[in-house]
């Protein structure tokens, strides 16, 4: 495959066909539409499912439906539309079925605005719905990682039957850059089904998906068999990028957009004769934690810029465990940090180091 | 458990005349004694029985006090968040087109939480089945006005009895769903004696022959008891209702297109 001129919500969209999606249920809402458009032109074409819901609620439920069925199935929103998922979230995550939800995030809180922000980091890491879980949180910076990130997130929320979330924002959604396709995977058979899937009690015992269990101790149960997965998830699915982290002594740590500006604050800043590095979460859940833990024994410092309040900057601040300084900088409200603004938030870092004798 | 006896069991002198169909479970149900929850499960089960479509079917079971339907019915099942049956529904249906779907649902879960979810369902003329129990009250949570509360009723969120001036009317769902274009089998029926029982029973078998027959969406709504929180016997319960909801809730079809109305005429 070559590299075609892409814009990345029809990108994202095409992306999960090749990946085989059977169906999509969604709603629109600005930014991430053309996703949904994408998806109301080709899945017919392809012989597959289409559905525009009623409203968020409607289309995480029909998701909730059609993962029962062991169909490999999603949904994608913006930040409002989120918020009216949270509920089919949990229900999800407690029933154990896969599935792959997309949010082009927007400028909060309330209606707020269209433009980029990454103000949902909290609601995607931390406050997805009601109950004990996560979802896999992957955050791309570019077209191209938008569509591997895609192809990424339904084989993990198969492999761990669980939720995997795309984040991105209208900047990466709504841009056109070069990048690539994956080749067309072929759908699974309807007879391939899983065995744990409601496909009808012919010849077995009939199949349950529910979240409710009365006892205390069978929901414990349950609990912990999640917890457990959460675990396994943990261990073996974080993933990050770094760039110039060899010799760094200042580290800056940004996801999505705000990365990929922060790659050239690099540049600009090695230029300017400072040792700087970044480490981009590619994971938002689970953290790069460790690696964080690590980088933080040998930098000066640290400044954690995001599109929104400082949210990312708390997980930051526990994986370092005051092993150095860690600072924020961040605009809201749709507000892109531009290198010039990031570059003078470094060199006022570098000289309070400086000035507490951590040359 | 009471102990069931198989087939060979049954002495020759005597005739197998009454037993469990094979799409309900043998579980003691948790329903409260005089509840009409059973009589509906068990003509849902016979209906499937009878139509040899167990293997294929998937239930979904609502939030309320049908909650654990799952354990009851012999057949693949979920459990819905509360009012979201038909979504799940409708996004199950169309990825598994072969299989036989149904919602089963009460008054709360449909006519309050879950309007827009039921009503856009039936709208689009979804493959699907609903059995909708109106018992005119919350029962799970012990006792609560419903969208299907009467006037004057009184209930624990309704203690001088439903204002209508100011929590406005109950809602009338076969009439509004039988409206919409998409629904193509609509009627409301009662298990309050038996004749009501049969009928209901009849209806529920046309609305799953209209699935099966891919005609569009059908519901049979079914007027129900609850003794528990009405604070009656169940026979009272079961004359109040014949009095009172009757009456509200006129019995008979909302919506039987031509179409449907054919599948009555042929076996």
Redesign the interface.
């Known amino acids: 495959m070559a590299k075609e001129l892409l814009e990345g919500n029809a990108a994202i969209a095409e992306a999960a066909i090749r990946a085989g999606v ?2 999509f ?1 969604g709603y629109p809402i600005t930014p991430q539409t053309e996703v949904l458009e994408h998806f109301s032109k080709r899945m017919p074409e392809e012989g597959r ?1 289409f ?1 525009q ?3 968020e ?3 995480i ?9 062991g ?1 490999r ?1 999603m949904s994608s929103s913006s930040s409002p539309g989120i918020s009216l998922m949270q ?2 979230l949990s ?1 999800i995550a407690c ?1 154990e079925v896969p599935a792959v939800l997309i949010n082009i995030m927007r400028g909060g809180p309330g209606l707020g605005n269209v433009q980029p922000s990454q103000g949902d980091y909290f609601q995607a890491v931390k406050t997805t719905g009601h109950g004990d879980f996560h979802m896999i949180v992957l955050a791309p910076a570019n077209v191209q990682e938008a569509i591997d990130y895609v192809v990424l997130a339904f084989d993990l929320a198969e492999k761990y039957r669980t939720i995997a979330m795309v984040v991105a924002d209208g900047a990466i959604g709504q841009m056109m850059e070069p990048a690539e396709l994956p080749p067309m995977r072929p759908v699974r058979p ?1 007879g391939e089904r899983p065995s744990w899937a ?6 077995r015992k ?7 269990y009365l006892g205390a101790e069978n929901l414990e149960e349950v609990n912990l068999r999640l917890q457990a997965k959460l675990r396994r998830i943990a261990e073996n699915e974080v993933r990050w990028k770094e760039h110039d982290t060899e010799d760094a002594d200042l580290l800056l740590v940004a996801f999505g957009t705000v990365g990929r500006v922060c790659q050239t604050v690099v540049r600009e800043a090695r230029r300017r004769g400072m040792k700087v590095g970044l480490v981009r979460p590619v994971t938002l859940w689970p953290f790069p934690t460790a690696r964080l833990a690590e980088l933080a024994r040998q930098v000066r410092g640290m400044l954690v810029v995001e599109m929104n309040a400082g949210q990312m900057v708390e997980d930051v601040r526990l994986a370092v465990e005051g092993a150095c300084p860690v600072r924020f900088y961040g605009r809201m409200g749709g507000v892109i940090p531009l290198p010039d603004d990031i570059l003078p938030e470094l060199e006022k870092l570098d000289a309070e180091l400086k000035a507490q004798g951590r040359g | 458990m009471a102990k069931e006896i198989t087939t060979a069991e049954i002495p020759e002198d005597m005739e197998l005349v009454y037993r469990r169909p094979e799409s309900l479970t043998a579980a003691h149900t948790h329903y409260c004694p005089g509840c009409t929850h059973g009589v509906i499960h068990r003509l849902v089960a016979e209906v499937l029985d009878e139509l040899g479509v167990r293997e294929r079917t998937i239930g979904i079971a609502p939030v309320g006090c049908s909650v654990l339907a799952y354990y009851y019915f012999n057949v693949d099942m979920a459990e819905a968040a509360h009012g979201r049956a038909p979504a799940m529904a409708t996004g199950l249906k169309r990825v598994s087109p072969d299989k036989v779907v149904f919602t089963y649902q009460g008054d709360g879960d449909l006519a309050a939480i879950g309007t827009a979810e039921i009503v856009q369902a039936a709208n689009r003329g979804e493959l699907i089945t609903t059995i909708f129990v109106n018992n005119a009250i919350y029962g799970m949570t012990g006792g609560q006005m419903a969208p299907t509360t009467l006037p004057g009723q009184v209930t624990t969120s309704s203690p001088t009895g439903r204002d209508v001036e100011t929590a406005g009317f109950p809602i009338r769902m076969a009439e509004l769903l039988g409206g919409l274009p998409g629904a193509v089998y609509v009627t409301r029926q009662a298990v309050l004696d038996v004749p009501g029982i049969r009928r209901t029973k009849k209806a529920i078998k046309l609305a799953f022959r209209t699935q099966l027959e891919g005609l569009g969406f059908s519901m049979v709504e079914v007027l129900s008891t609850c003794s528990t929180n009405w604070h009656m016997g169940p026979l009272e319960a079961l004359e109040w209702a014949r009095e009172h909801m009757v009456s509200y809730f006129p019995l008979g079809d909302t919506k039987v297109t031509d179409a449907v109305q054919a599948l009555t005429k042929k076996r």
Do not use: Q, R
């Not at chain 1, 409601?198 to 010849?203: D, I, R, V």
């Not at chain 1, 199949?207 to 409710?212: G, K, V």
């Open positions: 059977e169906a249920y499912v559905l819901a009623e409203s609620i409607a289309s439920n029909m998701v909730y439906g059609a993962a029962s069925a169909a199935v509920e089919g229900y029933s309807p409601l496909t009808g009690a012919k010849g009939p199949n349950i998906i529910t979240s409710l």
